[in-house]
C-alpha cells in the first residue's frame, strides 16, 4: 500500500476518503505536500484542489495530483498542481516529485520571509 512505502521512506501520510474530507485534513493538519487523487466522491480532487489553492491557509502547499482514469496531462496547465502523475505511478518518480514539491514550499517560504531591517550607523 502507499501508505507503507511513504512511511518506510521517513513520511508521515495522512489519509482522507474523499475530497472533502482531504480538504479539512489539509486544514488541521497543515502537510507540506499534498497528494491528490483526481477522482474522490463527495468533493472530487479538481474542486478540492481548487479549494486549497484559493485559501491563503493552504495556498503554498505542494500538491501532486495523480488519477488512473483521469487524462491528467491534457489538464495539467488548468489545474494548478506542482506535479501530475497517472496511476499505476512507478514510487520512485512518486518520491522524487515529492522532494520536488518539499524544495518549491521550502524555498517558497524563505523567499517570503521578510528581510531584516538595516541596522542604521551613525558615525
Partial sequence: MLTDLLESDGYEP???RNGAEGVALAHSA???VV?????MPVVDGIEAINQL????????????????GFNLRREAGRLQVDAVIAKPFDIAILLAEIELCLRRVATDALLS???PEPESTIG
Fill in 14 to 16: 495522512i489519509t482522507a
Fill in 113 to 115: 520571509e521578510s528581510p
Fill in 53 to 68: 489553492r484559493s485559501d491563503p491557509a493552504t495556498r503554498g502547499m505542494g500538491i501532486i495530483a495523480c488519477s488512473a
Fill in 30 to 32: 497543515r502537510p507540506l
Fill in 35 to 39: 497528494l491528490m487523487d483526481v477522482m
